[in-house]
């Protein structure tokens, strides 16, 4: 029995060790940004099913193409934050920050310039990093606790396999 339990305690040793390696641990911390740069991208608009092959496809092409060195310019819009379990449907855009991707077929120049943003670094491996359920509830508490209302859409940088960025443009003010 004794030997069991210390098996176990290793275990389970070994599973925090290699959780906090990850960065499963890491503090993660909201910022508000004012007047951000307009953000420019290249990529495709999809509408469909979350976890459909087509989507999976879209957003590996893109991946793909994204050969800009050590820092990955892949970004996707989610424009559905109040995703419906129900019918798994969603809008995003997929592309890359990246202009000098232009030559890519069917793919389609966006800019947008929100005047404000709700910032989040996630700083982990993306095998850890907290659900996108998790980060749009924290980013409502933020919100909220600073007098802020959330946009109708999110971007994801993936700037690395350990470093993800989500931002969340501000509609407006409540009470004024």
Same mark, same amino acid.
């Given at each position: 029995?004794?030997? *069991?339990? *210390?098996?176990l305690? *290793? &275990? *389970?040793?070994?599973?925090t060790g290699f959780y906090y390696y990850l960065?499963?641990?890491n503090v993660w911390e909201f910022e508000t940004i004012d007047n951000p !740069? $307009?953000?420019r991208m290249i990529g495709e608009e999809y509408r469909g099913i979350y976890d459909s092959e087509e989507l999976k496809e879209l957003y590996f092409k893109y991946r793909d193409l994204d050969q800009h060195g050590d820092v990955s310019s892949l970004i996707i819009i989610n424009y559905d934050l109040d995703y419906d379990n129900n019918t798994g449907m969603i809008h995003s855009f997929i592309g890359l920050q990246n202009e000098s991707t232009k030559s890519i077929l069917k793919a389609e120049f966006k800019e947008i310039s929100p005047s404000k943003l709700i910032r989040v670094e996630l700083q982990a491996h993306n095998a850890v990093i907290p659900s $996108? +359920?998790?980060v749009m509830e924290k980013?409502? +508490?933020?919100?909220?606790? @600073? @007098?802020? &209302?959330l946009g !109708?859409?999110?971007i994801e940088r993936y700037r690395s396999e350990w470093l993800t960025i989500i931002e969340f443009p501000v509609a407006n003010k409540k009470n004024q």
């Open positions: 029995m004794k030997k *069991i339990f *210390i098996v305690l *290793i &275990v *389970i040793a070994a599973f960065g499963g641990f !740069s $307009p953000i $996108p +359920e998790r980013a409502r +508490e933020y919100a909220t606790k @600073n @007098n802020l &209302v !109708s859409y999110a």
